[in-house]
């Protein structure tokens, strides 16, 4: 007999692992969900961990009022097959309160905005542990994250003063009014995501796949075209066979022109890419350490 | 290129800004195409902007702000590489004196630690730190990579000097598996491909060694321990008597209808059924698995408890030696009560005796020491409220290992090894 695990069944033991120390250890915790690739997996370990129990976490939306109709249809008919409890923070009631002014201009967006609502979400429902899907590969900043992020009582993460991991031993202990940000999958790459997408035949919002859109170019990305688009003079809109690699707000999220339609196709094609995932990501493009900053303030 | 097959391999480097270090992990990541375009083309602007004339690689494993500033690597990194033979996860640590606790917990998940050596420079004090912590640590494999090859003339008495010098020093230490290679990293030489300038080397180069080297017997497959994490109770009609005991099989083997033992009640029972996240009903699981065990009679366990063979049992202590790394800027205080995190269990405990400090670099042992700074490492007695079960680290890394958490800061200030 051979005790050997892939490196894709260790990954995912590892994630199911810290997603039962979330639970064991925190009082409310809730799951992160964007609707993206990355948050559905965590959504189907969560499942897996639990198993024949419920998900013990509602999913946690933070509507920015700009979302893809298929992200949305996508997350209901996940949080009905789960039977999980699905909570809504909008944007666009937090723009309408006055709390945060909406950005003006033609690559305006509700990006930061997302931070006030996710934390305002978080003191409403008093959650104490919000699990994400957030990579190391993904981004620098993130590279340094820990699986069990500690957060003060304002939601900022302090990154030069973060508590050492060792072995398999998470530190969860928190004053009160602090939390805690959890990434299972923090050793995932974008590679064994979809690798084990298409092993385990996890469904996925079609925005994923090779489809027509109306989109239009501005620099080196590709914005689809929508009524929340600013456009720059001479900009207009026109049909392209794309897809998109991850899934956020509609006004930042970049297409990439492609044919692929299948997940062997798109497997072939993270395979062999010469950009990040987020390369296309203009909220990352502001700066060199925007998601750094933004992550110091509250951000996922 | 069917990767699901292939497995996974943690290690861990460590040194300081001259040595090599940055280049050889560019090197490794851009040779197995893990760099994208926009990457290099972010940090050639940084390096432009720096003023230098080639592209500074360490700005790919340079996280924060401060570190890119700043030019040094502040806190564990870690990096993702693979090739069609394996998954690479490295965690990239600070070789400094003051970081002794990043290469401990980047020591603490790794398989292999990969130790560079400046051909010029040879066994030096830093050489000496990071391998006496593979070996506090017990890092399986050790992979010593004599690198600047070019800068000695491939010169092959250099590499055995070095080889030999090291040798020596590390039969001192409690290290398993031991491997040699000579390399440039700048130039390439018996990384991926077989130097053409050091024939005399009849050795694997350092990327097939990776790929290569078993870790498939890291795992102890003979002493069955599983810490209980959580109870799972359905409350529906359909699994109305469910109860299953949720968890990650830190080290053996459970079967079905198998005998065992829980602790601390030593209460006994049978295995009814076992099941992995992938599949429902499972004859048998294996340590790294997380799973759930369900037993043939109703016994109060919830988490914290141990399921383990009755035959084989670890101890259960409420006062033990062990090594500790302090990791936080406070000072250890002897005699105050730290909560110590152990498996899935949680207790009360107290540093009663420093037995003796270690002076890394010479490994001398300092006795009559009251005080621990961040970075120290010493042999301690701790005393704890209730048994802590456990084996000793040398022999299971997962009931071997601990943390300290101070009371008021709740922060992770010590990391123990059980000895």
């Not at chain 2, 851009?30 to 700005?59: A, C, M, N, P, W």
């Not at chain 2, 799973?291 to 670890?314: C, T």
């Not at chain 2, 300092?366 to 005393?383: G, S």
Request: charged share 25%; proline share 3%; with cysteine.
């Amino acid at each position: 007999m051979n005790y050997r695990l892939s490196h894709l069944d260790e990954l995912e033991s590892e994630s199911i692992y810290i997603l039962r120390e979330a639970f064991a250890q925190f009082q409310n915790p809730c799951i992160l969900f964007s609707g993206g690739k990355d948050s559905i997996v965590v959504s189907y370990l969560a499942a897996k961990a639990f198993y024949p129990a419920k998900i013990p976490f509602p999913l946690v939306h933070i509507d920015t009022g700009h979302n893809f109709q298929e992200t949305l249809d996508y997350r209901d008919s996940l949080v009905e097959k789960f039977g999980a409890s699905l909570i809504v923070g909008s944007v666009q009631q937090t723009i309408d309160e006055g709390k945060v002014v909406e950005e003006k201009g033609h690559n305006a967006s509700r990006n930061r905005a997302q931070t006030t609502t996710l934390l305002d979400t978080i003191e409403q429902y008093k959650f104490d542990a919000a699990i994400g899907g957030a990579r190391r590969d993904e981004e620098k900043a993130r590279a340094k994250e820990r699986f069990f992020s500690h957060r003060d009582e304002f939601g900022q993460w302090d990154p030069k003063n973060q508590r050492p991991e060792l072995w398999n031993i998470f530190n969860g202990k928190k004053q009160m009014g602090e939390h805690f940000r959890i990434f299972p999958i923090s050793n995932w790459t974008e590679m064994d995501i979809w690798m084990y997408i298409k092993e385990k035949n996890i469904p996925l919002p079609s925005l994923y796949f090779s489809h027509k859109r109306e989109c239009i170019r501005r620099d080196d990305s590709i914005l689809a075209y929508s009524s929340y688009l600013n456009l720059k003079e001479g900009e207009k809109p026109e049909e392209m066979v794309v897809r998109f690699r991850t899934i956020g707000d509609l006004t930042i999220t970049g297409a990439v022109e492609s044919d692929a339609d299948t997940l062997e196709l798109i497997i072939n094609e993270v395979a062999t890419a010469r950009q990040t995932e987020r390369g296309t990501r203009s909220d990352d493009l502001r700066s060199e350490s925007s998601m750094e900053d933004r992550k110091k303030e509250g951000y996922f | 290129m069917n990767a699901t097959k292939s497995d996974l391999l943690r290690f861990t480097t460590a040194g300081s800004v001259d040595d090599g270090k940055s280049t050889l992990i560019g090197r490794l990541l851009y040779d197995s195409k893990s760099v994208f375009e926009d990457q290099i083309s972010s940090i050639k602007k940084t390096s432009e902007r720096k003023g230098l004339e080639h592209i500074d690689l360490s700005l790919l494993t340079d996280g924060l702000k401060d570190e890119r500033e700043q030019g040094i690597t502040i806190d564990v990194a870690y990096r993702y590489f693979s090739t069609p033979k394996r998954k690479f996860i490295i965690a990239d640590t600070p070789g400094h004196i003051q970081y002794t606790r990043n290469m401990v917990t980047g020591a603490s998940t790794a398989n292999l630690a990969l130790i560079l050596i400046d051909a010029r420079k040879g066994v030096i004090e830093q050489t000496r730190r990071h391998s006496f912590i593979a070996s506090l640590l017990q890092i399986p494999h050790v992979l010593v990579c004599v690198n600047k090859m070019d800068l000695v003339d491939y010169d092959e008495k250099v590499y055995e000097s070095i080889v030999e010098d090291y040798r020596d020093f590390a039969s001192k230490l409690d290290i398993q598996d031991f491997h040699f290679i000579p390399i440039s990293a700048l130039l390439g030489d018996n990384v991926v491909n077989k130097s053409e300038n050091m024939s005399w080397y009849g050795g694997a180069t350092l990327l097939y060694t990776l790929e290569t080297i078993q870790v498939a017997n890291d795992y102890n497959h003979l002493d069955t321990r599983f810490p209980i994490q959580t109870v799972i109770r359905p409350h529906n009609s359909e699994y109305h008597d469910f109860r299953g005991y949720a968890g990650r099989l830190v080290s053996g083997i459970i079967r079905q209808n198998d005998d065992i033992m829980v602790l601390p009640s030593g209460l006994t029972s049978k295995v009814k059924a076992l099941h992995t996240p992938n599949e429902q009903n499972v004859n048998e699981v294996f340590a790294p698995q997380s799973i759930v065990v369900e037993l043939a009679d109703d016994i109060d366990i919830s988490r914290g408890d141990m399921i383990i063979k009755e035959n084989n049992q670890p101890l259960a202590l409420q006062e033990f030696d062990a090594m500790i790394c302090w990791l936080d800027n406070k000072p250890m205080n002897l005699g105050a009560k730290y909560t110590i995190r152990h498996t899935t269990k949680e207790a009360k405990s107290i540093i009663k005796e420093i037995v003796y400090k270690i002076e890394i670099s010479t490994l001398q042992r300092l006795e009559n020491e009251t005080n621990l700074q961040m970075n120290d490492i010493a042999r301690i007695k701790l005393k704890t409220t209730s048994q802590i079960m456990h084996d000793s680290y040398r022999k299971n890394r997962f009931t071997g290992s601990f943390v300290l958490v101070e009371e008021v800061s709740n922060n992770t200030v010590a990391a123990g090894m059980i000895i």
